[in-house]
């Protein structure tokens, strides 16, 4: 049987994050983009409301809410700022849902508990100065010593590299086996040679926090050793399957937030004796904004669905992701057209839309990607088949919130 409806916790939450966003985020976001300033008080505000561990199962200190909660979140949070929801990403899609579908028992306890309560957060350290698209390329390495792994090498690119507390690191640990030579590590912070740096000038997510990390000879114990030696890939390529549903979902909110922009100013603004909202070249607009929006929205859920059974989604998730963010960086620019002269300066927020939604173009997976991705699976080129260990189903007997 197939529900649209949301159910009455989720009705909540999203209400509770668009308050939490109307007050906390939208007066100041302006402000902080200008500065590139990232607020850590935000991260501490969600875990406040339990929402940093949504779709944590509660004994693991979280929410114990389903996958599509997680979506209403990003949905929500992107309509105030990427910076933010691009926090959330790492934080749950790419961090801490990879460890609950990999960690051990102990490694759940140690990191995935911290990090579901808010009390610590988490990143993810994949693309190198000469490795995105192409994963294989990255050169950093983990040497067997004793109990240690000894970690050497560069990241770049990495969301939150000077917040986060753990970071999901990938190394070769054998080269010569190639995608099967790749390793995840938890490392934190605090191991001596570890070290990180932000980037300055970027185009947009200006009130978030990017840039690289370093590790000069980083001894992390064999226990942070993540799935087994060699299954670094798989990992990294499953938590983008969580990390690009949330992205997807993102670009849903950053649509709503377009055609709030636009709507409100196609009835103030009036040419040639009527509002802007009359004439139908804008019309057009807006009903592409409107037709990204439901359909955008449709293929998240679709892929929160599958998470929610417990089923592969890595096809669903890369299209929801893909065309979500297309039709964003499309609204975004819209909005500024739609606002005219007036949409090219941060006297409206839609600049910073059109600036926002470019890197949701380009991370986890760029647009060319996700399109040979869609050709491979029609085509009969790549197939998926379960892993061996799999994002847990959602359980509704464990909601708290
Ligand atoms: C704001 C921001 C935050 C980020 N956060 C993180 C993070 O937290 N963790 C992390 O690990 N990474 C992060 N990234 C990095 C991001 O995932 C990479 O930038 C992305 O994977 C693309 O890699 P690249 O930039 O090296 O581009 P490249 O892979 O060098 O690609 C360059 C161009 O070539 C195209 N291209 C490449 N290969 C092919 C192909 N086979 N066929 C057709 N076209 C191709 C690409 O589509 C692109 O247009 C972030 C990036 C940004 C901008």
Redesign the pocket.
Known sequence: MMNFDFTPEQEILRSTVRKFVDKEIMPYIKEWDERGYFDPNIMKRLAELNLMGVCIPEEYGGAGMDYNSLAIVCEELERGDTAFR?AVS?HIG?NSLTLLQWGTEEQKQKYLVPQAKGEKIG?????EPG????VAAISTTAVRDGDYYILNGQ?T????CDIADHFIVFAYTDKSKKHHGISAFIVERTMPGFSSKAIKG?LG?RA?N?GELFFDNVRVPKENLLGHEGEGFKIAMSALDNGRFTVAAGAVGLIMACLEASVKYCHERKTFGKEIGRHQLVQQMIANMEAGLQISRLLVYKAGYLKNQGKRNTRETSLAKWIACDFANKAADDAVQIHGAYGYSNEYPVERYLRNSK?PV????????HT?MQAEYVLGYRKDKPLRKMLPAWNPESVKL
């Open positions: 691009t790492v790419l990143a993810f350290g994949l693309t490795a995105g698209s192409d990241k690119w990495i969301s939150l970027k997510i978030g990017t890197a380009i991370y986890e997976g760029t647009r060319e990607i040979i």
